[in-house]
């Protein structure tokens, strides 16, 4: 029997790899969204104003995390995918924070408080991990989380997370400052469409989560349009399984002429109302 050797990836080579793994920008915070949605959060918001060094903040209200589980979560891969999952945890392999955040910044500061805990904060810094080819994390004292000037008022009465994505180079150019402000203006509203689709059985009911971007409360988007006159409620069904339920609904659409004209253009038009007939798989309400 040959000998056995320990080959572990080197961190500067694997952080590129996790950089390229294909989110776009909405699937990100998407991935996000779904870690605050697991920590019972109430309300989410997310912040990037215009500015000379763009920066993309997504804040929560959910329970938090404590030092030590803040630093865990900061590790790649912290999770089992065999372990038991709540029924609310969408995630599954422990990394979409970090694989989400390191496709679109190149900075990663994640900001955590947890009732009756003080506030905690850690940092990623991609420059940093390959310039010394380690998973080096950076956590920051008290005094110097109270600095951070991105800093949500959510910590100051309560509990929570955020994130703060920094150094994103899709908003670095070499022309004029204005192309920045105008993709970085793009993709608010990208974000906000993406949000209000995705997200939009979380958006109302009785636990309903709010969600605010640039202080703008997002509006759900009904894509079954079920409260427009016109609609039709088809058959249904349901498999079942040892792993739960998949129920089936079928959803008849109203034609176009009994839905305002508003209506038509929050859906991005008649054409693009027949374009997304098909299948919608949701997991836990999240399309």
């Known amino acids: 029997m040959g000998k056995t050797l320990q080959l572990e990836p080197s961190p500067k080579n694997h952080i590129e790899t996790l950089m390229r793994v294909g989110y776009s920008l909405e699937m990100a915070v998407g991935d996000i969204i779904d870690n605050s949605i697991a920590a019972k959060a109430s309300n989410i918001w997310i912040y990037s104003p215009p500015s000379d060094n763009p920066f993309i903040s997504i804040t929560d209200d959910g329970h938090g995390m404590a030092e030590l589980e803040l630093q ?83 910590f100051k009465s309560g509990h929570g ?10 908003y670095k150019s070499s022309k004029m400052r ?32 709010n969600f605010f971007v640039n202080n703008d409360k997002i509006i759900p988007t009904d894509p079954f349009l079920t409260k427009e006159d016109g609609y039709t409620e088809g058959l249904s069904d349901f498999q079942a399984s040892s792993d739960g339920v998949i129920n ?20 991005g038009g008649v054409d693009e109302i027949a374009k997304k007939q098909g299948f919608y798989i949701y997991r836990g309400k999240r399309l």
């Open 178 to 209: 204005e192309i920045n402000e105008n993709a970085l203006a793009e993709d608010i509203a990208s974000i906000k469409k993406y949000l209000s689709i995705y997200f939009h059985r979380f958006m109302e009911g009785k636990d309903k989560v």
């Open 161 to 170: 997370t955020q994130l703060i994505w920094k150094n994103m180079s899709r």
């Open 248 to 267: 089936v609904q079928v959803h008849i659409l109203p034609h176009h002429s009994k839905l305002s004209i508003e209506k038509i253009e929050a859906l």
């Open 72 to 154: 865990e979560n900061m590790r790649i891969g912290c999770k089992n995918p065999k372990d038991e999952r709540d029924e609310t945890d969408l995630g599954r392999f422990g990394s979409g924070m970090k694989t989400a955040s390191f496709s679109v910044a190149r900075s990663l500061t994640v900001i955590s408080k947890k009732e009756g805990k003080p506030i905690c904060a850690c940092i990623y810094d991609i420059d940093q991990i390959i310039q010394n080819d380690k998973w080096i994390v950076e956590a920051l004292s008290e005094d110097e989380i109270l600095k951070i000037p991105e800093l949500s008022k959510v």
